[in-house]
């Protein structure tokens, strides 16, 4: 069974600083991993996917995820924040089994301080 | 390009009563999920269908049940709802039919169908 764990339901950093949201996983086999965001009242849009190609994945706004099999890990990092990132970041695990079935964590909530 | 569209956007029903709420995929999937998400906390998958079968199926009762249509699209129905199923509930979409090692599971989402039972 898939399931994905997110360290933290609230970070809180201040505008400029590092942004580093954890999660872990576990996947019996080499899994797919997504972090979303969602922002108020709205649906969930893709920052970024590992589909077993370069452990470090770039995605749109400036994040970037590493994929570390050895600690099941998949943190979602930003060197500066910005305002508008303020909002909700799920990690999510997948796998294709004859189809999909995502498993998404909790969720960690972003707060950013002028 | 149109997105994935959900309806209503909101809506409200009393305990017992039954809800279906729609789903249009975005253009060229052929695959749609199916989530409720409850306040603070992550999607739930619900169900998965493609082909106009349900392929996949999370922890729901059997008051959950969905469709698909020809034309991709989908239906979500509550039966004898219950104070607890007040959430947002996603629709996603996909696209199976894609070259072998190509389909990865990526889903574009709908801003949701926002549902409370009273």
């Known amino acids: 069974a898939q399931s994905v764990t997110q360290l933290g339901s609230h970070v809180s950093v201040s505008e400029g600083a590092l942004v580093l949201l954890r999660c872990n996983y576990s996947?019996?086999?080499?899994?797919?991993l997504f972090w979303y965001v969602q922002y108020p009242n709205q649906g969930l849009q893709l920052l970024l996917k590992y589909t077993s190609a370069a452990t470090l994945v770039k995605g749109i706004n400036g994040f970037e995820a590493e994929f570390k099999k050895s600690e099941t890990s998949f943190h979602l990092t930003k060197p500066s924040a910005h305002m508008s990132d303020a909002a909700e970041y799920f990690c999510a695990v997948t796998r294709n089994t004859g189809g999909f079935k995502t498993i998404f964590g909790a969720g960690t909530r972003l707060f950013v301080k002028a | 390009d149109a997105g994935v569209t959900q309806s209503p956007t909101h809506l409200i029903k009393t305990r017992g009563q039954q809800v279906t709420l729609r789903c249009s995929p975005k253009?060229?999937?052929?695959?749609v999920s199916w989530y409720q998400q409850a306040l603070g906390q992550g999607p739930q998958f619900i169900f998965q269908y493609y082909e106009e079968e349900e392929r996949q199926r999370g922890n729901f009762p059997d008051r959950f049940s969905g469709h698909q249509f020809p034309n991709y699209s989908s239906e979500l129905n509550v039966n004898a709802l219950l104070l607890g199923d007040s959430a947002l509930y996603l629709c996603a979409s996909s696209s199976l039919s894609l070259p072998s090692g190509r389909a990865t599971g990526e889903l574009f989402f709908g801003e949701g169908s926002r549902l409370t039972v009273l």
């Open positions: 996947s019996s086999v080499p899994p797919y």
């Open positions: 253009s060229g999937h052929d695959t």
